[in-house]
Every structure is written in structure tokens, then in C-alpha cells.
């Protein structure tokens, strides 16, 4: 069981990376061994040196490694996988499966952000374009038998694909993301771009001057809270800090893997600054997929970076591209949109003060910068709360 990494202090990028990089699996292939007991197998060559039960070239798991134990010459031998132990029917495959390869990356950057993979291997989302992906990828890791007995029905209105459950054993997916796709820049690229377009979301708000993308996940905090919290409704950070600060003092450092891989695939990869923000807690009606309490954080990606992001990696969908373009439109019409990052170089756990302010703005060419503090205050961006130190007022 991995461990949990304890991402205090933030500062310690290098040392966060390092550790997260230490602990990612580096699994690049399956083989026949890896496969759960109980698992039969279709061999089109019956090896002399195994008794033969019965007529058919099956044979299960435990009688293969008792008499080959890891051998991967068994893979060649194996033609599929028994569908039941009761049925008759064999899903066809080949192994080893490859795993470092893109149809992999784009499938576990899908299941980690729309499937389900804990007792069947489905997906559950009304986008046609991820239903697709997740035939073709299944069909191409695994092979027609596995694509052609994919299922399709619908669901709270919803397209579901479920696959059959045995594949969840070929096609491994798990939070922690894999080392060859945190050290490949075209692997990070694909899964970024399927991750951003299944989970994340541009947000442009012309009155607020608000403008990012984030990309939020969830965790199980079960294990930490022994309170009553409100059934079935979100509690933001501000009130978790105000009446649940035990609770928020022990989950604060603890991001989901997930978001924390993908925190350092945009850093390490494409030079791309985010920042990962506790945003609310929640008691679960169901206990299925996040568990009894659950926490959800956001991944941000705020204006300055926005550029970047479509140059690197962009959304798939016309709707979000054209909403991210729309953002670098605003930049033209609204200067105070360049001088707010200086303000955000500046801050301190939301603190300006305002001669750091100026000092950075002078480097920069501007001869008055006091006026863009009095500006941002004017507009609710910026409250000044004691003589030459302001509060941002805005994510």
C-alpha cells in the first residue's frame, strides 16, 4: 500500500516531485501471472509437461504457476481468457499487453476521470467522443473479442459502456499516476489533454475580472472525521477553517494523487504554474466512489498560464477552446489583467504589501503604481486592511 505524501511545506516542489516520482508504478507490461486466481485460460498448445483434465485446452491460473511459476514463455501459448467459470465462451488476447504506449495514457487518463474500475470497467458520461475513445483503446490494447462484448445502455439518461469485468485485470488504473507517463512529455501531453477535457473547465467572468481553469478531483477523508457534518451539502473552505479547524488542520496537506500528478506533469513538462486548492468537504449520500466524507480539490490555472496551456495542451471540445480563446481576447481590452500578476507575485498568503507592489511595478517600467492599488480597490479586488498592506479578494 502506498504511502501518503505530505505535501507540507508547498515550497518544497523539488521535494514533493521526487517523492511522488519514488512511489509511482512502473509497470510497462502484463502477463498471463498477473491475473487474479481463479482466472482460466484457452491455450492453443497443451504443454506435454501438464496433465490434460477433460478434452479442452483450458487450464486455470493456479495449475499454470505451480508448474511454470512466472514463466513468461506461457504467454505465447495462451489464446484468451475464459469469459465464466461456468460459461463456455473465451474473450481472445495476447500477451504481454503494452502499457507504455498513448491508447494506455488516454484510456487511464479517462477511467481516473469518468470510469469505474473497482468491480466492473465502464464509463458513464453523454459525450460520445469518450465513449469512442474507450471502444477503440480497449479494442486495440486487448482485442476485438473484449470490444465487440462491450455493453451499451443507458443510465440516469446517460450513455453507459461497460466492459467485461475481467479487464480491469489487463488494463491496471490506479490514483497514483505512472512513472513513464511523469517522465514522457507526449505521454503528459495526452493525458492532459483528456483529463482537462473530461474534468476541467475554463472560467471566464467579464464583471468579476475573473478568468482560469481549473480541473477538481476528490478524496476519501473518512479516516479523519469522527463529527457530524451536514448531510448531502458542500462546506467551503472558510467555514471548514471556522468551525472544523481540527479536522481541516489534518486533511489540508493531503491533495488527491491524482491532482497532485498532474499538479507536476504542467510544471515539469510545460513550464505551466497551477496551484492546488482545498475547496469544500462533503458528507456522501453513497459510499461507492469517494466514500462516507469526501474532499474536493481544484487544480487552477490562472491567467497568466492560460496561454501556455492552449499553446501545450488545450481543450478537445470547439465550446472550450472557444471560451479559452475568448479569454486571451479580454487581455487586449482590460490592462489591469497584466498588472494583476505582479500583484500575485507579490502576495503572501493573500497579503500585499504595498511597497513590494511598487517596487516590482517600477522594475517594469510603470512610473505610478499606487494607482493600480487604489483601482483594484475601487473594483473590489483589493481591501486595504491596516497602512501600506492590502487583502486579495479574489481566487
Same mark, same amino acid.
Given at each position: 500500500m502506498k504511502t501518503t505524501i505530505n505535501l507540507s511545506p508547498w515550497y518544497e516542489e523539488a521535494k514533493v516531485v521526487e517523492t511522488y516520482l519514488k512511489e509511482a508504478p512502473n509497470k510497462k507490461e502484463v502477463h498471463w501471472f498477473d491475473l487474479p486466481n481463479g482466472t482460466q485460460f484457452l491455450l492453443k498448445n497443451f504443454p506435454n509437461t501438464l496433465r490434460k483434465l477433460g478434452k479442452s485446452n483450458i487450464v486455470n491460473i493456479e495449475r499454470l504457476k505451480k508448474a511454470f511459476g512466472k514463466s513468461k514463455d506461457i504467454n505465447d501459448l495462451i489464446v484468451g481468457i475464459k469469459k465464466t467459470m461456468k460459461g463456455n465462451g473465451c474473450l481472445k488476447v495476447k500477451f504481454p499487453i503494452k502499457l507504455d504506449n498513448r491508447d494506455y495514457v488516454s484510456l487511464y487518463s479517462l477511467m481516473l476521470s469518468e470510469g469505474s474500475n473497482s468491480s466492473e470497467f465502464s464509463l458513464h458520461v453523454p459525450e460520445e467522443f469518450f465513449h469512442d475513445l474507450f471502444h477503440e483503446n480497449i479494442k486495440t490494447l486487448t482485442s476485438d473479442d473484449f470490444s465487440k462484448n462491450i455493453v451499451i445502455?443507458?443510465?440516469?439518461?446517460?450513455?453507459?459502456?461497460?466492459?467485461?469485468?475481467?479487464?480491469?485485470?489487463?488494463?491496471?488504473?490506479?490514483?497514483?499516476?505512472?512513472?513513464?507517463?511523469? @517522465?514522457?512529455?507526449?505521454?503528459?501531453?495526452?493525458?492532459?489533454?483528456?483529463?482537462?477535457?473530461?474534468?476541467?473547465?475554463?472560467?471566464?467572468?467579464?464583471?468579476?475580472?475573473?478568468?482560469?481553469? #481549473?480541473?477538481?478531483?476528490?478524496?476519501?477523508?473518512? #479516516?479523519?472525521?469522527?463529527?457530524? @457534518?451536514?448531510?448531502?451539502?458542500?462546506?467551503?473552505?472558510?467555514?471548514?477553517?471556522?468551525?472544523?479547524?481540527?479536522?481541516?488542520?489534518?486533511? #489540508?496537506?493531503?491533495?488527491?494523487?491524482?491532482?497532485?500528478?498532474?499538479?507536476?506533469? @504542467?510544471? #515539469?513538462?510545460?513550464?505551466?504554474?497551477?496551484?492546488?486548492?482545498?475547496?469544500?468537504i462533503k458528507q456522501n449520500k453513497t459510499f461507492f466512489r469517494t466514500g462516507k466524507f469526501s474532499a474536493r480539490w481544484t487544480l487552477v490555472i490562472y491567467a497568466n498560464n492560460i496561454n501556455k496551456f492552449i499553446q501545450e495542451i488545450n481543450f478537445i471540445s470547439e465550446k472550450k477552446r472557444e471560451k479559452c480563446e475568448e479569454m486571451l481576447k479580454i487581455r487586449a481590452n482590460h490592462p489591469q489583467y497584466s498588472t494583476l500578476k505582479f500583484i500575485r507575485a507579490v502576495e503572501n498568503k493573500g497579503i500585499i504589501l504595498r511597497k513590494d507592489f511598487i517596487t516590482i511595478m517600477k522594475k517594469e517600467g510603470y512610473k505610478s503604481p499606487s494607482c493600480y492599488l487604489h483601482r483594484f480597490e475601487k473594483k473590489g479586488l483589493l481591501k486595504r486592511i491596516e497602512e501600506g498592506k492590502y487583502k486579495l479578494l479574489i481566487d
Amino acid at each position: 500500500m502506498k504511502t501518503t505524501i505530505n505535501l507540507s511545506p508547498w515550497y518544497e516542489e523539488a521535494k514533493v516531485v521526487e517523492t511522488y516520482l519514488k512511489e509511482a508504478p512502473n509497470k510497462k507490461e502484463v502477463h498471463w501471472f498477473d491475473l487474479p486466481n481463479g482466472t482460466q485460460f484457452l491455450l492453443k498448445n497443451f504443454p506435454n509437461t501438464l496433465r490434460k483434465l477433460g478434452k479442452s485446452n483450458i487450464v486455470n491460473i493456479e495449475r499454470l504457476k505451480k508448474a511454470f511459476g512466472k514463466s513468461k514463455d506461457i504467454n505465447d501459448l495462451i489464446v484468451g481468457i475464459k469469459k465464466t467459470m461456468k460459461g463456455n465462451g473465451c474473450l481472445k488476447v495476447k500477451f504481454p499487453i503494452k502499457l507504455d504506449n498513448r491508447d494506455y495514457v488516454s484510456l487511464y487518463s479517462l477511467m481516473l476521470s469518468e470510469g469505474s474500475n473497482s468491480s466492473e470497467f465502464s464509463l458513464h458520461v453523454p459525450e460520445e467522443f469518450f465513449h469512442d475513445l474507450f471502444h477503440e483503446n480497449i479494442k486495440t490494447l486487448t482485442s476485438d473479442d473484449f470490444s465487440k462484448n462491450i455493453v451499451i445502455d443507458f443510465n440516469n439518461g446517460f450513455k453507459r459502456s461497460r466492459a467485461p469485468a475481467k479487464i480491469r485485470h489487463l488494463i491496471p488504473i490506479d490514483e497514483h499516476l505512472p512513472k513513464f507517463i511523469l @517522465l514522457e512529455k507526449e505521454f503528459a501531453r495526452e493525458y492532459l489533454k483528456i483529463a482537462f477535457e473530461a474534468e476541467g473547465s475554463p472560467i471566464l467572468n467579464k464583471d468579476k475580472i475573473k478568468r482560469y481553469i #481549473k480541473l477538481s478531483r476528490y478524496v476519501d477523508i473518512s #479516516k479523519y472525521v469522527n463529527l457530524e @457534518l451536514p448531510s448531502e451539502r458542500r462546506v467551503y473552505t472558510g467555514e471548514i477553517q471556522e468551525k472544523y479547524s481540527s479536522l481541516y488542520n489534518k486533511i #489540508k496537506e493531503y491533495p488527491p494523487l491524482t491532482l497532485l500528478g498532474e499538479f507536476i506533469l @504542467l510544471k #515539469k513538462h510545460f513550464d505551466i504554474d497551477s496551484k492546488i486548492i482545498l475547496e469544500a468537504i462533503k458528507q456522501n449520500k453513497t459510499f461507492f466512489r469517494t466514500g462516507k466524507f469526501s474532499a474536493r480539490w481544484t487544480l487552477v490555472i490562472y491567467a497568466n498560464n492560460i496561454n501556455k496551456f492552449i499553446q501545450e495542451i488545450n481543450f478537445i471540445s470547439e465550446k472550450k477552446r472557444e471560451k479559452c480563446e475568448e479569454m486571451l481576447k479580454i487581455r487586449a481590452n482590460h490592462p489591469q489583467y497584466s498588472t494583476l500578476k505582479f500583484i500575485r507575485a507579490v502576495e503572501n498568503k493573500g497579503i500585499i504589501l504595498r511597497k513590494d507592489f511598487i517596487t516590482i511595478m517600477k522594475k517594469e517600467g510603470y512610473k505610478s503604481p499606487s494607482c493600480y492599488l487604489h483601482r483594484f480597490e475601487k473594483k473590489g479586488l483589493l481591501k486595504r486592511i491596516e497602512e501600506g498592506k492590502y487583502k486579495l479578494l479574489i481566487d
